[in-house]
């Protein structure tokens, strides 16, 4: 073989290593469209948890001072709290979650519950509580509007 043979032929074996080393390289890179499947994931979650938050809510704004029982409180009380917990760690998954208003709403009614031993009242204590929990709900739609891809209930 001649020397430009030679050349030649070192040209394609670089040149096809340089191809393999460039495929091999990316191979354990994620997909756009595998990252992309993993955030509407995530914000699919966000928006469940936002509904079932504002549902359980709801829940608890609805109730009744002359009917329910400590028991009922305290069991509705746990299941916002679950509910709450699980918004803050589906929201932590969601780059940039819109969760502000909520946030603060929900601040709201952690300082209405908390006032409720010295409230004038059971009733104005009642009326407090229901007040921001209408306000966690409301921040709750808001947050959902704001969430591409996710459908109120």
Known sequence: MSKMTWIIVLVVVGIALAVVVGVLGTRNEPSTSSSSSSKTEAVNQL???VQHLSTTLQGLANIDPST?????????????????SQVQSSAAAVQGAPTG???TAWNGLVS???????????SAAVTSVK??????????KSTESQLSGCTSS
């Open 131 to 140: 007040t921001a929990a209408e306000g966690v709900v409301t921040a709750a």
């Open 101 to 103: 208003d909520l946030t």
């Open 47 to 49: 928006c469940t948890s």
């Open 68 to 84: 329910i029982t400590s028991t009922e409180i305290q069991t509705d009380i746990t299941s916002v709290e679950n509910a709450w």
């Open 112 to 122: 209405a519950v908390t006032a409720v031993p010295s409230a004038s009242s059971i």
